[in-house]
Structures are given as structure tokens and as C-alpha cells.
């Protein structure tokens, strides 16, 4: 079940905390402690949802959180996803898989025309999963919403309707 991330409290940082535990890990070393890094995320979060054209998505088995992904709308009906991650223990279970399907369609109600994201080469399991979602590789140069090239990695994009390329 999809459900959308409106307010940001202590227990949705927790569950996000665990959906993303392998990546707040990888991030750890950034910080002072643990509660340092606890409170930027999230600062991090509470900014994040105030901003109109920006959501985060949540892919659930009911009771628990499994995936998560971030949506921003960089241009009008452009939209960049990010931070799609599936919990470790709970990968290869298809719940990745329903989270894209699902926010590509809610980003298609909301007039998405393009969705793309970047991809390192050797993230196997994401560039299936973005494949078997309709996503296509491009040879656009990999410039994040931000306006950041994340040299090495690819652009991969989503065309509604259509087949990725224009």
C-alpha cells in the first residue's frame, strides 16, 4: 500500500531510519553522533514536505514500512525521483517494484510528462527494477534536479505513455 508522507514526527523519522539503514549508515561518518545525524534528517525531512512539487512516498505491507522514494518537481511537470530504497531484509520481495509502479502512477495523475532519475552502473538491482518499470537509459548527460552532475552514473527516464526517448 502506498501512502504519502504529509507530517513529520519521531516515529516517522524511525521508520524512515530503517527503511534507509543501510544508506544512514554509509552516512554516519558525515556526522558528530548519531543524534546529530538524527536531527539534520530530519530538519532535513520537515523542509523537504513544506515545499510544494516535492513528496515522499512510502511502500508498506500494512503494519511496516519497506520502501521509500523522494519526488521533486524540478520544472514544471518534469519530476526527479530519489533515495529509492527498499529495507535490506526486505529486498527481492517485489515491494520496490510497487512503490515505482505506484508513484509513477500518482505522479501521472498529477501531469508528470517526464520522470527520470540517475542509476550507477552498478546498481544491478535498481537498473532492473527502473527497466521493469517502463524506465529507459539515456544518453543525457546524469544533472540531478539539483543541477549536479553525478559523474559516472546515468540518467535513466520515464516518458508516460511513451517509451523513455523523446
Known amino acids: 500500500m502506498l501512502i504519502e508522507i504529509t507530517k513529520i514526527d519521531a516515529a516517522v523519522v524511525d521508520r524512515l531510519f530503517a527503511v534507509y539503514a543501510e544508506s544512514m549508515e554509509d552516512l554516519a561518518a558525515n556526522f558528530g553522533s548519531a543524534a546529530d545525524m538524527r536531527a ?4 532535513f525531512l520537515r ?3 513544506r515545499k510544494p512539487g516535492q513528496l515522499i512516498s512510502v511502500e508498506t505491507d500494512g503494519d511496516n ?4 522514494l523522494r519526488a521533486i518537481e524540478y520544472r514544471p511537470s ?8 527498499t529495507a535490506p531484509a526486505r529486498r527481492g520481495q517485489g515491494f520496490g517494484k510497487r512503490l515505482l509502479t505506484h508513484t509513477l502512477e500518482r505522479l ?3 501531469g508528470a510528462e517526464r520522470i527520470e532519475c540517475i542509476i550507477h552502473p552498478d546498481n544491478t538491482a535498481s537498473r532492473r527494477l527502473h527497466a521493469a518499470c517502463g524506465f529507459v537509459p539515456t544518453d543525457d548527460a546524469p544533472v540531478n534536479c539539483w543541477g549536479e552532475t553525478e559523474t559516472g552514473c546515468v ?12
Open 40 to 43: 539534520e534528517y530530519e530538519g
Open 65 to 68: 514500512w519497506i520502501s521509500a
Open 47 to 49: 523542509e523537504f514536505i
Open 108 to 110: 501521472t495523475r498529477l
Open 155 to 166: 540518467l535513466w527516464r520515464y516518458i508516460p505513455g511513451g517509451t523513455g526517448k523523446e
Open 78 to 85: 518534469f519530476w526527479f525521483i530519489e533515495a529509492a530504497e
